[in-house]
């Protein structure tokens, strides 16, 4: 069974369209995050979510909106989708940290890849 | 806004040979670090993790961390072409907290080992 998963995989769409990434965990973790990676591989937070609690919120256009149903699913709907947009959304879901050991294992999805034309 | 800096490579070793990561990053008060490889086309996956000064081994992978110089290294022995991939430093922002822990991504040095 895949621990994390995003459905689609890929996303090929035009400027100004919405579209949405859907996110699954069966890992039982608390801890969602949707991270973006763009073309030359920087992978940024976008946004978190604690037990259905944003607790991130990057500097990220209000295009995007997150929306956590339950703990185990994180979704990402872009409205307005623009050029800049294409990039590769991963969702990652952690174990909290005990102490100063923040586990730092995110277990990243697939990735759903986002190309807008 | 926190950097974490990597030089892109690639890095190009011998297969059998030592390869050698280096990492910076601007927040003084980090406390957790990390190595991610992320293999072309797919997820990011945690390799190491340190967290004091000092050496971290963890089979052909050894972690180096000195915070008084703000450095984190990774070393790779035995260097395979399976080791062939983007590796990824990331270092925790600010003080940890129960929640809202974020991690962040340095730009990766590609590794390519050749046979």
């Known amino acids: 069974d895949t621990a994390v998963s995003q459905t689609p995989k890929y996303l090929v769409t035009q400027m100004g369209n919405d579209k949405s990434i859907k996110c699954e965990q069966n890992l039982g973790h608390d801890t969602m995050y949707w991270y973006k990676q763009d073309s030359k591989k920087f992978l940024k937070i976008m946004f978190s979510y604690n037990n259905k609690e944003l607790i991130i919120n990057e500097t990220v256009p209000n295009r995007f909106s997150p929306k956590s149903p339950d703990k185990a699913h994180l979704n990402l709907h872009i409205n307005s989708l623009e050029l800049g947009d294409s990039a590769v959304y991963f969702c990652?879901?952690?174990?909290?940290?005990?102490?100063?050991?923040?586990?730092?294992?995110?277990?990243f999805g697939e990735g759903s890849r986002l190309t807008v034309l | 806004q926190k950097e974490v800096e990597q030089n892109s490579g690639p890095l190009s070793v011998p297969e059998g040979a030592i390869a050698s990561l280096n990492c910076t990053y601007s927040?003084?008060?980090?406390?957790?670090f990390f190595w991610y490889r992320q293999y072309s086309g797919k997820s990011p996956e945690l390799i190491m993790s340190?967290?004091?000064?000092g050496d971290k081994e963890d089979g052909r992978f050894t972690a180096q961390l000195n915070k008084a110089s703000q450095y984190v290294s990774l070393l790779i022995r035995d260097s395979q072409p399976s080791d062939s991939a983007t590796y990824l430093c990331?270092?925790?922002?600010?003080?940890?907290?129960?929640?809202?822990?974020?991690?962040?991504f340095g730009g990766g040095t590609r590794v390519l080992v050749k046979p």
């Open positions: 340190i967290y004091s000064n």
């Open positions: 990331a270092v925790t922002e600010g003080l940890i907290k129960a929640a809202g822990n974020k991690l962040t």
């Open positions: 927040d003084r008060v980090s406390q957790s």
């Open positions: 990652a879901s952690s174990l909290p940290g005990t102490g100063v050991r923040l586990t730092g294992e995110l277990f």
